[in-house]
């Protein structure tokens, strides 16, 4: 088939020339003709080179319409319109336009050679990857060898992670009842987001729970600012989704690079508003999404059901929650629901793995200083966590927001590091979460006031060194360096997400650009602005990565024998547990503290085999007692708040 | 949904550069103007006066998390 190229401009004949240059690539045969020619020397051309395509270009883009109905007239009266295929192009020009002017087809300034080439062929099949892309669920994280690679920083670890699960061996508490209850329960019941019924909580959960879960359960009263969906709300929302889905054509960011994978956060308050802008997400590109649950609900004893909204930050967990955000997610979507920091962690983690989130978020440390509570708690309910999450196959990621509050890198880093090594030892899979953030520390140390670059390379050069884990840099990236501005925003966020594929990092989270902005909601159109920048930068940079500066060696080393000399610290402490109160891995000098949800709730076991619960009498315990070896007793039923 | 106002899943951001000679006299002519559209509940999300006026972005929430959503509406 031989292809005739002709630009109706004067001058602006590139994009012909490009289209030339890759369809002789595929093996056509073409004729472009030189700018500034007539549409009558035009239909010579073609008549004269037997050729059996024209593809007429037209850069400028105003009166295009009037200039390509006057291109068919006088083709037309040339013969050649009719006899001799004809498309249009141009910046201005799309296939809708062309055909409704009686052309072949028409392509624009994004339409791929692919997408040319099926229109040659008259066969869309060989553009189908490009106008109906298919996203695969990557498998995430990347492989690594999960080692620590220097002898002393191993050596702690070990030290202190043998400590630790000695230390937990024989406790237990409210939180891991509760996960065991709901775990049990689950397997029985099959959650349809069509026509929801509440999980049966029995008296049993109750008993191990708040006042404020059993009043919801028992006297339908809703925590402040939370409220049911009715079944006729969830039923239109899924219409909605369902339609997003037909008309779902998924974005790459990465360009030529596999990795980072890009995620968001959401956690409007509302699963439904979440569903949307997850859809608005995943259609711009991002790999995967992770649910943030309100700070109440990290200090409330047990968990509600149904489908609840919350009309401030945080999306409520409730096993309804989570099903619905599920059924509005594309197959290839990457799901994490964060369990880490408070006193449902257990149960969440069982709920997120029940509901086949491919990730969870488990870290004592950050949850006990920074998170609210208490550290003997946390500890308890975490190995917990994280031995869920290892039989969920699961992936947790270790978040160090406590950089936030002012902790130093190396003690948050070290906190990591011992998640890490202690996840490890649990047969799971963690993954390194430093915040790459213009963080209080690094403020005051004046660590960032050249650039944002070179103590960000430093930090994940040190981890990398270190050890080889996963590294997934958030939550998000650029933390503290957005502005209200939009632009603004979307530039930091996207050159953090550049540094990082520098960096060869496994994924990074993103903020929207309404980051900085606090005096209402994060909006769907924030979320794909913040895209298009993350999508652009990759373009821009492609396989070239940023070089560091000359400080980053330095700041390296000092990183790493920061982090060995904490954690020297912590294992020449009593224990894990009193290292975290005594404010070894950030103290109230740094800007945190212990946190006291669940204070005195760990429960001592005395004997897991004598077919009990394992419970002793109550030592450590002073809320509500244990439920003890009570037949159990009979559901209660989930219904509507007031 | 009945209108192309209720498709908007939550806000409604105006964008746009006009002319003043303060910061509190931008913020005047931004609350004006979304009365002006009806849009009397606003909020500034970004604002930068410099030279010949500001740079503004204001918003304007029609559905917040929580409420009975506009675009589930038949």
Known sequence: MKILLAPLDPVHDAGLKLIKRKLEVLGYPCVLLPPDITVEEIGEAALAEKADLIFVGRTVGYGVEQLFQRVKDVLTRQGVFGKIRVAIGGMAVNDELAKSLGFEGGYGPHTSIEEIHALIERNPELARHITHPVKNKPEFPFPHDYQVKIPETKKYLDQIVDGLMDWVTDKTSPGVRRAQITESQLRTVQGSVENYTALPFTREYLAQSDPSVADFFQKHVCPPSVRQITQDEVTAYLRRIDLAKRNFHPRVLQHDRTKPLVFIQYGTGCPMMDGMHIKVAESWGADGVLHFDPAWGARTEGLMDGFLTNAEDGTPVTYANLSLIKRSLDQATLWSVRAHRGLNTPEIAVLAGNLGAGLTKINIVYGSICGGTDPARLTVDGVEAMRIAARYKMPFDIPTNEELAGVPPHKAFAGMLIMAQLGRRLGAKPILKPLLCHGPYLMVQGLMEQNYVDYNFAKIRALQTIADFPIWPGEPIGFMTHDEEKVKSAATTALHAALCASLGVDAVTTASTDEAFSRGPITSAGRAAALHGIEETFRFFGQSDIVPGPHVKDWTEQLISGINRTLQAVAASPSFVDALYAGLLGNKEDGVYPGRAGKNSVIAQTSLKSGNFGLAPVTMRKNSGPAGKSPRPPAIAARRCR | ?74
């Not at chain 2, 929430?61 to 009975?68: A, E, F, I, S």
Request: hydrophobic share 40%; proline share 4%; glycine share 6%.
């Open chain 2, 1 to 74: 949904m009945t209108t192309a106002r209720d498709t908007i899943i939550d806000a409604l951001d105006v964008e746009s550069f006009l002319l003043c000679e303060s910061e509190p006299e931008a913020r005047e002519l931004i609350a004006k103007l979304m009365q002006s559209l009806g849009l009397a509940r606003h909020v500034i999300v970004s604002l930068d006066f410099n030279g010949p006026g500001a740079h503004f972005r204001v918003r304007a929430y029609l559905n917040k998390p929580g409420d009975n959503y506009t675009w589930l509406k038949e």
